[in-house]
Structure formats: C-alpha cells, structure tokens
C-alpha cells in the first residue's frame, strides 16, 4: 500500500529563510508525488506534481521539489520565505486514489 | 469562469438531521471525490466517482451517501448515522486515477 509521512506537524522561520518541509513516501510502483498548500477554511491548491520525469520540479510561488528514489523522499523547499507562505503544506502520493500526508503548518516571522 | 463550487460555506445539522452538501464543476472532468478533513489527520476519502452513475466507496463511507446523476455534480449527505460529522468537507475533480486533482472550496458542518 502506498503512503506518506510529513515529518514535522509545524514548521517556524523567519522571513527570508530557507523553508524546508519534509516528505517521505512509500510505494510499490513508481509513484507520482504531489504538493499542495492549504490556506485558512480554503480548499487545497496545486503547488508542484512530481510525474516520473525532472527528478527536480519547480512549482508556483518560488516552491520546489526533489524527488530522491533512494531516500523515497520529496521534500519541499523555498530559498527564501515570505510572509504569505504562512499556511499548511499536505504532501500526497497517488495510487487509484491521492493519499494525503497529515499536513505541515507553516509559520513566517517578521 | 471555470472551477469547482461547493455550498453551502457554513451548515448546520441538527441531532437526527440529514444535511446535503453540494459539488458542483465546469471542468469537465470525469472523475469527483469527496474527502473530510480533521484538524492533524489530513484528508480522508470518503466516497468517490470516476464516471456518471457510479460511485465507490472511500476509506470512511459509513454514515454518508453519494448520487452521480450529472457528470457536473456531485452531491454529499451526512446522514443521521454519522455521529461525529463536524468537519470541514472538502469536493475535489480530476481527469482519473494518478491525475491531479482540484479542489473546491469547502464546507465546513458543524452540530448544533
């Protein structure tokens, strides 16, 4: 059965920073692996889709992701935070069905 | 203007009370699901359709049931055998399996 796991229920760093936010996953096929970002009682937007070709996908918003098969990992990263990254990020994995990691929340201070 | 509705935006269900809650999409895609989120458990499918007139079950159908009539929408009723259906209820389309899929954006129930 596929699965994924968010390490880190919440994330803080200062405007500016690197944001980095984990992502591993299991699977017995190759996998096609998503990023999405959930702002407060809004549904969930498409940040980047990883679908088996650039291991290295880039997203909206400056976001990116790596996918290493070794590591059975895809994490999520942004060189730089901004304040209107403040949100929660839920990391997902596709079988018949998508697979929803239990999210990372995101905070920026000033 | 192309996307997903879901309305209401706020419900409230009384104790005993069947409530529907609506999807409706312009996209064009085949395939709807509905998932329920918990603060700190992520989305969990609830039900499912990948074509009109047939619907499968998630990993917490119990208390809930679905119709595809239209391929535009997709309706939820909490029945009055979910005991615990405060939540936020999320709609989402897709062009299938392992395909992204988009999100509405949501309902929240809460129980009088």
């Known amino acids: 059965a596929q699965s994924v796991t968010q390490l880190g229920s919440h994330v803080s760093v200062s405007e500016g920073a690197l944001v980095l936010l984990r992502c591993n996953y299991s699977s017995s096929v190759p996998p096609y692996l998503f990023w999405y970002v959930q702002y407060p009682n809004q549904g969930l937007q498409l940040l980047l889709k990883?679908?088996?070709?650039?291991?290295l996908v880039k997203g909206i918003n400056g976001f990116e992701a790596e996918f290493k098969k070794s590591e059975t990992s895809f994490h999520l990263t942004k060189p730089s935070a901004h304040m209107s990254d403040a949100a929660e990020y839920f990391c997902a994995v596709s079988d018949y069905k998508l697979i929803f990691g239990t999210g990372t929340r995101l905070q920026v201070f000033p | 203007d192309g996307g997903i509705t879901q309305s209401p935006k706020y419900l409230f269900r009384k104790e005993g009370q069947n409530v529907t809650l609506s999807c409706e999409q312009n996209?064009?895609?085949?395939?709807m699901y509905w998932y329920r989120q918990d603060p700190g458990q992520g989305l969990r499918l609830i039900y499912y359709?990948?074509?009109?007139?047939?619907?499968q079950k998630g990993d917490i159908a119990e208390g809930y049931s679905v119709s595809r009539e239209k391929k535009e929408s997709f309706p939820l009723t909490v029945t009055s055998a979910q005991k615990n259906p405060t939540a936020f209820y999320l709609c989402?389309?897709?062009?299938?399996?392992?395909?992204?899929?988009?999100f509405g954006p949501g309902t929240r129930l809460l129980v009088l």
């Open positions: 996209l064009n895609h085949d395939a």
């Open positions: 990883y679908t088996s070709a650039a291991t």
């Open positions: 989402a389309t897709g062009q299938g399996a392992r395909e992204t899929q988009y």
């Open positions: 359709s990948q074509i009109v007139n047939d619907f």
